[in-house]
């Protein structure tokens, strides 16, 4: 009896402690990494499929100097120039190595929510990384040479590798911060003034201040940083003055229009909701919670947050490139409110909540589908009579049967989400929406991060892109290696001049030890191949030698003064915009080409 009662007795297995908080830790740590790996796929994929701008290319071409050891005056934001150089002293340059350096590091700039995971939790945290992760606008700029997300992606580093006690390696990358030009200063301004704001009312010295052994290591890290990467390991000792230099230049946005063309206050202030509706939707839910302001947490996110918008909006110097800044609490702080809706409903409503969530995803898909034919058509409200339009059916008859689609299906999903709220239960109305619509607005996210295209005129028209979009340079590269092909029987050995003082071409003839660049036309020295921004120059006297083709070296839109275009729905659908187009004349001389026949001089004789 005995033995057969020991028998049934169910045995008992301890759980460590230990080894919950170690798998807790790695199932945090593997999902972190998933959250790198996805933003490093969406920022590397096709990273040359877009030629460089003037800003960047000014970035790039500087960085290619450096790779040949050339004399240069630095521009503010040395981190970029110097790393991507030494990626071009050991790899060709190119379009897409230029941007290299920016989009790893704007990948790693999704662990910034990983700063506060002690104090949001694990689960907000990864959130947020991965809401970091398909956000537009930091893939975006992530994908720019010259980035200003470069400065974000290193303090992330600096403050993660504080965190886990490597006070030389956080240094280093907190130099590597201070190297990233404006935007660091910027950024060091915005979350310095938060902090304090979140601290005003503690009467205890934060931790990280009053460990003064710890700030040795850091110190020495940080100027190992400023020492070898701030002087390319002291060759180029003015690196530490445009470091420097990035102070004025962030200040100069602040007084004046700074450097380049200042955004509309209204474009600005909306880009946020164009990007990423989602973060906004939730961060505002998280805001107007109750009891929100009782978090010291949520207030330094808040302040974060309203700091970034506030500047970006007020200074005469305005760029939508500031509001990158505003991404990491804008994400933190939807987080609180997304994450808990990480979790499965009640066995009772796990049917119902799903076959909701399905529901309203696919009525949310229909009525995106028929807002994005109505921005695609070539009617507007205001150029037409709804009844008459009506009943003369054809296009205009579709056209206003899809607008009352777009109006009527979401007061159809409010009206569901109320019928099953009031059948059933509030739980399987609310996680069905949530789920639902969450998924068709990640899926708006996605849209918009794989909305990169080799289209000038489109890339243009985002908001994100402040200076212009290079043209079709390849084109016009393409036709001086011809030419050199044709006269001198390589590709990069033809003597040439181009006017303008345009970076762009600086960085197209690169490779080319006969290429230099002209503020005048020498009439003394006629150069095989010339380009000019006109066409004026096929008029003069020298212009006559030579036969030319005129293509596009630059794409701007035209609407910044309307803060958006006239046809709204169609620009955000399909980034359609008016733009004009800054052309360059390549110009050869003709007599150099083998099949060159001079015209024959008629005789005053001849009939």
């Known amino acids: 009896m005995d033995e057969h009662m020991q028998m049934e007795t169910p045995i008992e297995y301890s759980i460590d402690p230990a080894k919950q908080v170690v798998s807790a830790r790695m199932g945090v740590f593997g999902l972190a990494a998933l959250a790198v790996g996805l933003a490093l796929v969406v920022r590397l994929a096709g990273l040359g499929i877009v030629p460089l701008s003037e800003t960047e290319a000014a970035y790039a071409y500087q960085a290619y100097q450096v790779s040949q050891g050339d004399s240069l005056q630095l521009l503010s934001h040395p981190a970029y120039i110097f790393l991507t150089g030494i990626l071009f002293y050991f790899l060709p340059s190119g379009d897409a190595l230029a941007r290299f350096v920016p989009a790893l590091v704007g990948g790693l700039a999704v662990l910034a929510p990983f700063t506060l995971r002690k104090q949001l939790g694990g689960r907000m945290a990864l959130v947020a990384a991965f809401g970091l992760a398909i956000d537009p606008l930091l893939t975006a700029y992530s994908r720019q040479a010259g980035s200003p997300v470069m400065a974000i ?69 940080l100027l190992l940083a400023l020492g070898t990467v701030g002087t390319m390991f ?34 600005v202030n909306t880009a946020l909701f164009i990007y990423q509706p989602l973060a906004v939707l939730f961060a505002g839910i998280a805001i107007f919670k109750r009891g929100f302001l009782r978090s010291e947490r949520a207030v330094f996110l808040l302040y974060w947050l309203l700091l970034v918008v506030l500047l970006s909006a007020i200074l005469p110097g305005r ?26 409903p009640h066995q009772d409503n796990r049917l119902v909540a799903a076959g909701l969530a399905v529901f309203l995803f696919v009525l949310a898909l229909y009525w995106g589908n028929s807002v994005s034919r109505l921005a695609g058509s070539n009617l507007y409200l205001s150029q037409m009579n709804l009844w008459v339009a009506f009943q003369s059916g054809g296009t205009a008859r579709v056209y206003i049967v899809r607008l009352l689609v777009a109006v009527i299906l979401p007061l159809v999903m409010l009206g569901i989400m109320y019928i099953v709220a009031s059948g059933w239960s509030r739980e399987a109305a609310f996680q069905g929406a949530s789920w639902g619509i969450g998924a068709y607005l990640v899926l ?24 212009g979009m290079g043209g079709y340079t390849q084109e016009i590269a393409q036709a001086v290696e011809d030419a050199s092909l044709q006269i001198t029987g390589t590709q990069d050995d033809v003597e040439m001049a181009y006017l303008g003082g ?22 003394n020295t006629i150069t095989p191949v010339l380009i000019t921004p006109d066409e004026g120059f096929a008029a003069t006297e020298t212009g006559q030698l030579y036969r030319g083709q005129r293509l596009p ?30 052309w360059v004349y390549v110009w050869t001389r003709a007599d150099l080409f083998p099949l060159y026949q001079p015209e024959a001089e008629l005789d005053e004789n001849t009939p």
């Open 153 to 221: 992606g290193f303090a992330t580093l600096a403050v993660l590798l504080w965190q886990a006690d490597k006070k030389v390696w956080a240094g280093f990358f907190g130099g590597l911060m201070l190297l990233s030009g404006p935007s660091a200063v910027f950024g060091l301004i915005v979350v310095g003034i938060a902090g304090a704001g979140a601290l005003a009312g503690r009467l205890d010295t934060p931790a990280f201040i009053r460990d003064r052994d710890s700030m040795r290591p850091f110190l020495f890290g």
């Open 234 to 267: 002291l060759r180029y000792p003015q690196g530490l003055s445009a470091m420097l230099q990035a102070v004025p230049d962030a200040f100069a946005g602040w007084t004046t229009g700074g450097i380049g063309a200042s955004a509309p206050i209204l474009q």
């Open 319 to 344: 760029q939508v490139s500031d509001l990158v800044w505003a991404l990491p609490p804008l994400w933190l702080l939807a987080a609180t409110r997304i994450a808990p809706h990480f979790s499965r």
């Open 444 to 467: 708006y996210l996605v849209a918009n991060v794989w909305g990169f295209t080799d289209n000038p005129e489109q890339v243009a028209n985002e908001l994100w892109i402040s200076d």
């Open 502 to 523: 345009s970076p762009v071409l600086d960085w197209l003839f690169r490779k080319m030890p006969n290429a230099r660049a002209q503020t005048v036309i020498d009439v």
């Open 553 to 582: 070296l630059q794409v701007r839109r035209t609407w910044d003064e309307t803060v958006y275009p006239a046809d709204f729905f169609g620009w955000l659908a399909f980034r359609n915009g008016p733009v004009e187009t800054e």
